[in-house]
């Protein structure tokens, strides 16, 4: 473990000459203290025990013993968890928002025409790929820069943010001008410099987990994030590799529950490129808000057979209509609201594959 293994969490009030005192007060004990910024949350992390502090000074809202490298991310600094804003959608408020549209933006009558579906049947966010790094050099990798304009356009005719993916550190000035969040992929989660670069930032970000990486991994990520002060972090369970082949991943639903229980930050689940198959979409959707999710991240096609990307994991508008009905109904029971269910038209019953 390293030296600085004790966490003190401040009020946001607390003046910064306080944090100055409580500084001094560690140092000249020897604590060789660091300040730190969770959102407006001023943090010190400190090595051994200081005592109590001068009896003037604010009192720490949390005391927290760090163990490994999950430190600012941890549940003890924010019992009631963080909510962090995309656009208008508010992700870990206790609602469930369904973000969903094509892997990749292809045109723009196609994004253009999604977009409109999943933003009438419920939807309060939208995906869109620009940059799509793929395992073949030969397969579509996106309009790149080209899809920018048409993922603004789009926004602006739904009014719902945008989710884009952001591949290169010397992207993310350039992506965050024009998306509502940015998405770091799977193969790009350990990639650190691309992490403090997006920390830096300040944007909320979906943090994907890689499908060969431990939960203590992901966490371990999310750190760079959040070290550089910027706690707007929502954190996505999208499957992992093993041994099973009759699903393209697996989707680890024992991660969410881990993940809410260890970590402030909320949790998405990407039920799509989890299970590859759109007949698997809906009971993984179904089982991901049930273990705790805050939010699901859904392909949704016009056309799957003539998708660039992914298709074959995309669910068809009828498709979405009636997950989002087996969504509220499950909120419902759940005692939560589903972000959006007032745009929900009348349900189907069941969960169909085919338009």
């Excluded at 793929?134 to 993922?151: E, H």
Aim: aromatic residues 6%; charged residues 20%; negative net charge.
């Amino acid at each position: 473990m390293s030296r600085i293994d004790v966490l003190y969490a401040f009020p946001s009030t607390v003046p910064s000459t306080e944090i100055s005192e409580w500084l001094a007060h560690f140092e000249s004990a020897g604590a060789d203290p660091t300040l730190y910024w969770l959102g407006a949350t001023p943090v010190i992390a400190a090595s051994g025990t200081a005592g109590a502090g001068p009896t003037h000074l604010t009192r720490p809202d949390a005391t927290v013993r760090t163990t490994g490298d999950s430190r600012l991310g941890r549940r003890e600094l924010r019992p009631g968890g963080t909510v962090v804003p995309i656009g208008p959608t508010r992700v870990g408020d206790g609602s469930i928002a369904v973000f969903a549209g094509p892997c990749a933006v292809e045109s723009a009558e196609q994004y253009d025409t999604i977009a409109a579906i999943v933003a009438e049947n419920g939807a309060v966010g939208l995906r869109g790929g620009a940059f799509k790094p793929r395992s073949s050099p030969y397969s579509f990798q996106g309009l790149r820069w080209a899809a920018l304009d048409l993922l603004a356009e789009t926004r602006r005719k739904t009014g719902l943010p945008v989710l884009a993916e952001v591949v290169e550190a010397a992207h993310v000035e350039r992506m965050a001008a024009v998306a509502d969040g940015l998405q770091i992929g799977a193969r790009n989660m350990q990639n650190f410099e691309l992490l403090k670069e997006v920390g830096a930032a300040g944007m909320p970000v979906v943090l994907k987990r890689g499908f060969g990486c431990r939960v203590d991994e992901v966490l371990a990520a999310a750190e760079y994030i959040l070290a550089a002060g910027n706690d707007r972090i929502v954190l996505c369970e999208r499957g992992i590799r093993t041994f099973e082949t009759a699903t393209r991943f697996t989707l680890d639903i024992s991660a969410v529950a881990l993940m809410k229980q260890r970590s402030h930050l909320p949790v998405m689940v990407d039920p799509s490129h989890s299970t590859g198959n759109p007949a698997l979409v809906g009971p993984a959707s179904l089982a991901g808000v049930a273990a705790g999710a805050d939010a699901l991240l859904v392909d949704v096609h016009t056309d799957p057979e003539r998708a660039l990307c992914d298709g074959n994991q995309a669910l068809l508008p009828a498709a979405f209509r009636e997950l989002m009905a087996q969504l509220e109904s499950l909120a419902m029971g759940l005692g939560r609201p589903l972000a959006g269910a007032g745009r929900l038209p009348v349900p189907a019953a069941g969960i169909a594959v085919t338009a």
